[in-house]
Structure formats: C-alpha cells, structure tokens
C-alpha cells in the first residue's frame, strides 16, 4: 500500500506570490490533516479534511487555505506570500479521523519563499 | 487552545544508557497522546500512542506514561542504540489523531 504523497517535494517563491500544494492520503484515508513545521515554532496544525470538509482549524491566518476533494486528495493554498511562510508542509492522513485511529505522515513539501 | 511543552529540547546519551523525554498540556480534555519520531529530511513516524485510560504503555524499548492528574507524560527509551538518534516530538489531542498539538521536539543524541 502506497504511503501519504505530497508534491512537489521543493518549492521557490517571492513574496507576494501563492502556491498549491497537494496531498494524496493512503488508499481509503478520508481523513487529511496539513501541518506547517519550522525551526522555531515546530510542527503546527493547519486544518483538517474529511468528507470534502473542513472539519477542524488551527490559528493560522486566512492566507491558509484547503481543500479537499471526492478521492480524498486535498490542496493547499497559501496566498500573498510572506518570507515567514518558509517551512516543511506535512500533510498527514489517517482513516476517518476518529479517537482510535493512527495518523500517517507524508514526507512533505519543503517551501522557501525569497 | 492546547498548549505543549516539551523538556528538554537537547539530549545526548551514551549508547546503552536510558533516555527520558518529559511533556506537559494545558487542556484537561486531551485524550490522546502519541510520539512520534523524526529522523532527518524523513517524515514524522508514530512510535508509541497513549489513550487517557491508560497510566502506561510499552512496546519493546520503548514506554510512555501517562499521568492525567498532573497533565504530563513521558517517553523512556531504554538500551538507547545509535539508531535512536533522531529529533522526537510529543502531542496531545481530545478528539483524536487528526487534530495534534505538538511539543517543540526533543532532539535526541546517542553517543556510541
């Protein structure tokens, strides 16, 4: 069984622009979670996806945004780009999301904006 | 929200010896507590979990406790091996794995 897929693997943007990263989950996860993770603040929840929705959100401004579509695959959007928005985006995926479920990391996508 | 703080952010050990990971949360109704371990440029992997009605879990060299009344747990990794070196990192969730708050990782240093 195929792992979480995350593309592009890199990403170079300036300032100003937006990006789209994508996410493909483990066959049957409906369940996808998007984290940011840097140096100094670490792994922080973004959102997460399930049944097309946005079922839960983390303190990250409006400029973060998702979604998710019928086969599970999500995006992620970032608009107007700032430098702090340099970090690793892992996507994580795990069945239904429920209390007794485990969650599956995606090797992630590395964004530098100059 | 859910506040995690993770001690210490630095450790080395001699191959061989115990490592102790401590954390600490904020929200009385996280439930779900796992570890993951995260090697470098590698993706976060799940280690070992803890649910809120278990005090201890373990798995091999590996063991975690839980202590609901203080809001901290722990991670023990015993016989520590080179293989171990790896930065670790702690959550807490009330509703599950899919909303996890981290702890800002552990980077552990087993020295053969």
């Known amino acids: 069984k195929a792992g979480v897929t995350q593309t592009p693997r890199y990403l170079i943007k300036t300032r100003g622009q937006q990006v789209t990263l994508s996410c493909s989950p483990i066959?049957?996860?409906?369940?996808v979670s998007w984290y940011q993770q840097t140096p100094g603040q670490g792994l922080q929840f973004l959102f997460e996806?399930?049944?097309?929705?946005?079922?839960n959100k983390g303190n990250f401004p409006g400029r973060f945004s998702g979604r998710q579509f019928s086969n599970s695959r999500s995006e992620m959007n970032v608009s107007t780009l700032e430098l702090g928005d340099s970090a690793l985006y892992l996507c994580a995926s795990s069945l239904a999301g429920r209390s007794d479920e485990k969650l599956f990391f995606g090797s992630g996508t590395q964004l530098s904006v100059l | 929200g859910e506040n995690v703080e993770q001690h210490p952010s630095t450790l080395s050990v001699q191959e061989g010896d115990s490592a102790v990971i401590k954390c600490t949360y904020s929200?009385?109704?996280?439930?779900?507590f796992p570890w993951y371990k995260q090697e470098l440029g590698k993706r976060p992997q799940l280690i070992i979990d803890i649910r809120s009605n278990v005090g201890e879990k373990k798995d091999q060299r590996i063991a975690v406790t839980l202590n609901k009344t203080a809001k901290h747990f722990s991670l023990h990794i015993t016989e520590t091996q080179p293989e171990d070196s790896a930065v670790y990192f702690c959550?807490?969730?009330?509703?599950?794995?899919?909303?996890?708050?981290f702890g800002t990782g552990t980077r552990l240093t087993v020295i053969p």
């Open positions: 066959s049957g996860h409906r369940s």
């Open positions: 959550a807490a969730s009330r509703g599950g794995a899919n909303n996890l708050f």
């Open positions: 929200d009385s109704a996280s439930n779900y």
């Open positions: 996806y399930f049944s097309e929705t946005q079922r």
